[in-house]
Nanobody, 118 residues
Framework: QVQLVESGGGLVQPGGSLRLSCAASGRTLSPYTVGWFRQAPGKEREIVGEIKWSGGSTYYVDSVKGRFTISKDNAKNTVYLQMNSLKPEDTAVYYC???????????WGQGTQVTVSS
């Protein structure tokens, strides 16, 4: 089993930055892809981006390209989501999740709230 814990959410003004962390325990993330998702009130959960642990290749949805960056720390078994130039529409609960190659996202964190408001 993989346990994931998100942290780093909070309140930030438009144009500001936040860095979210996703710490994994119970099993190494080496075989996994880790995804960041978000869900705004009244809307369905959507993917933000992914990072493949082995090799570090990343994917981002168009709405966050150039603003968000996913990175990892191998020694800490932790994935990060650096969010810059935040917009009010980025307000959501952010989740990290893990999946195996060509598999579904079966492991989820508890989520952390990000609020972008003046």
């Amino acid at each position: 089993q993989v346990q994931l814990v998100e942290s780093g959410g909070g309140l930030v003004q438009p144009g500001g930055s936040l860095r979210l962390s996703c710490a994994a325990s119970g099993r190494t993330l080496s075989p996994y892809t880790v995804g960041w998702f978000r869900q705004a009130p009244g809307k369905e959960r959507e993917i933000v981006g992914e990072i493949k642990w082995s090799g570090g290749s990343t994917y981002y949805v168009d709405s966050v390209k150039g603003r968000f960056t996913i990175s990892k720390d191998n020694a800490k078994n932790t994935v990060y989501l650096q969010m810059n130039s935040l917009k009010p529409e980025d307000t959501a609960v952010y989740y990290c999740a893990a999946r195996g190659y060509a598999g579904d996202y079966g492991y989820w964190g508890q989520g952390t709230q990000v609020t972008v408001s003046s």
